[in-house]
């Protein structure tokens, strides 16, 4: 099998594994998809690079294609679904648009100095530099319905899902976007004793967690944290460095 094509946690295992939470949580009907993976949905395992040199880790999928409710996986491959491994995303062209003004995609993309003209050029380039993402939470939760993701969610995901990926993906540097990526590292080995007692991902001492650990803790690059710009950048420089 050609490891580039599959993953260490199928998407059956984390179906199981979400499916088994779902149960356990009635009050999260309608709003937690324990069955919608849009990473599967969008097939990001074949573009998994053969050697993963930095691997991210976001929040969790989007919830909407515009302002329609994703709600099967077909609508996971929409243009107007905003997913990152969604290829067929047509990303709106906005000359001169402001830093972090776009999704995650497309500021990522700036950010590691990709200029594609397509989202789907630019996950090649994303993946041809060695560069993979995951999601902490890999199915879809509704945040439009609850604004925020439970904590035992988080927790379970980083169990089921996120350790046994990281260890099977064994990539070189790791890099946190946001406190929810940072909450699930918190609970992820080797992570969790060098983010022992971390706050926010604003609060820490990010140089030393990245000499002892090889991981990147920086705030989610999107607008609602443009007054932390200087930090993001700055991040991202020293990962343009690690793998120019």
């Given at each position: 099998m050609d490891l580039r094509h599959s993953l260490p946690v199928?998407?059956?295992a984390m179906r199981k594994a979400y499916l088994r939470y779902a149960h356990e949580r009635p009050d999260l009907c309608g709003i937690l998809l324990p069955s919608l993976l849009p990473h599967d949905a969008c097939d990001a395992a074949s573009r998994r690079p053969g050697s993963v040199t930095v691997l991210f880790v976001a929040e969790?999928?989007?919830?909407?294609a515009g302002?329609?409710?994703?709600?099967?996986?077909?609508d996971c491959r929409s243009p107007g679904y905003p997913y990152f491994w969604n290829d067929h995303y047509d990303a709106p062209c906005r000359p001169g648009a402001s830093p972090l003004s776009r999704g995650l995609a497309e500021n990522l993309f700036s950010l590691l100095g990709l200029d594609g003209e397509s989202r789907r050029e630019n996950l090649e380039l994303f993946t041809a530099g060695g560069f993979f993402l995951v999601d902490t939470v890999r199915c879809v939760f509704r945040k439009n319905r609850k604004p925020?993701?439970?904590?035992?969610?988080?927790?379970?995901?980083?169990?089921?899902?996120?350790?046994?990926?990281i260890a099977g993906l064994a990539p070189e540097y790791v890099v946190a976007l946001g406190n929810t990526a940072l909450l699930g590292l918190r609970h992820t080995e080797?992570?969790?004793?060098?983010?022992?007692?971390?706050?926010?991902?604003?609060?820490?001492?990010?140089?030393?967690?990245?000499?002892e650990s090889r991981l990147l803790c920086l705030p989610y690059p999107g607008g609602?944290?443009?007054?932390?710009?200087?930090?993001i950048e700055s991040g991202f420089e020293i990962l343009r460095d690690l793998t120019g």
């Open positions: 199928s998407a059956a969790s999928p989007p919830w909407a302002r329609r409710e994703v709600a099967e996986p077909a925020a993701i439970p904590a035992d969610l988080i927790r379970m995901s980083a169990r089921e899902t996120l350790a046994p990926e080797p992570y969790a004793s060098a983010l022992s007692g971390a706050g926010t991902i604003t609060g820490l001492s990010r140089e030393a967690i990245f000499e609602r944290n443009r007054r932390y710009l200087d930090t």
